[in-house]
T-cell receptor, first 111, second 116 residues
Framework: EDQVTQSPEALRLQEGESSSLNCSYT??????LFWYRQDPGKGPEFLFT???AGEEKEKERLKATLTKKESFLHITAPKPEDSATYLC????????????FGKGTRLSVIA | GAVVSQHPSRVICKSGTSVKIECRSL??????MFWYRQFPKQSLMLMAT?????????EQGVEKDKFLINHASLTLSTLTVTSAHPEDSSFYIC????????????FGSGTRLTVV
């Protein structure tokens, strides 16, 4: 069974305090690993897709990396507006298979 | 590109009534859509996979007679919660497979259902 585990469940940072969120996965035939940001009462907002080990992608203060067992979302010098829940999801198999989500990391950035 | 519109964003209904939630792909054709349910501070749990022109595939434990899914066109899927009860109160999110698009999957903004 495909599984996605995110840690920590919640993270509180001071503004400017860099950190990393972890997403470990067990999946047969990874087709892609996805990172989303979700604000309260909203749907997930796409951040990154990673396809193979060693791949890295960046967007503003966020950088996502991928190994064969886990992915990290690095947040550099976060700001209060980065506060949100960050979700990791995997696509396994081929075709139009649904994403399997982790439980997310609730990030709070304090000014 | 690859935008999904979900309506309504919030709905309050009485116990025993039915509620329909719509999910529309605005600028692409979605042969496959997915419906998720999310409880407070929990992740997205897949309810069903909807394919245009065929019956939806429900996840184990999801009552297909209670959560009716219709995907009659390439741009519209609907979820109807029938005979709603307070325990059906939740946040429902649809997603569409955006084949060929860099994001791969796109999500609606969600519907907050409250059954009183």
């Amino acid at each position: 069974e495909d599984q996605v585990t995110q840690s920590p469940e919640a993270l509180r940072l001071q503004e400017g305090e860099s950190s990393s969120l972890n997403c470990s996965y067990t999946v047969s035939g990874l087709r892609g690993l996805f990172w989303y940001r979700q604000d309260p009462g909203k749907g997930p907002e796409f951040l990154f897709t990673l396809y193979s080990a060693g791949e890295e992608k960046e967007k503003e203060r966020l950088k996502a990396t991928l190994t064969k067992k886990e992915s990290f979302l690095h947040i550099t010098a976060p700001k209060p507006e980065d506060s949100a829940t960050y979700l990791c999801a995997v696509q396994a198999g081929s075709g139009n298979t649904p994403l399997v989500f982790g439980k997310g990391t609730r990030l709070s950035v304090i000014a | 590109g690859a935008v999904v519109s979900q309506h309504p964003s919030r709905v309050i209904c009485k116990s025993g009534t039915s509620v329909k939630i719509e999910c529309r792909s605005l600028d692409f054709q979605a042969t496959t859509m997915f419906w998720y349910r999310q409880f407070p501070k929990q992740s997205l749990m897949l309810m069903a996979t909807s394919n245009e022109g065929s019956k939806a595939t429900y996840e184990q434990g999801v009552e297909k007679d209670k959560f009716l899914i219709n995907h009659a066109s390439l741009t519209l899927s609907t979820l109807t919660v029938t005979s709603a009860h307070p325990e059906d109160s939740s946040f429902y999110i649809c997603s569409a497979r955006a084949t060929g698009h860099p994001m791969g999957y796109t999500f609606g903004s969600g519907t907050r259902l409250t059954v009183v």
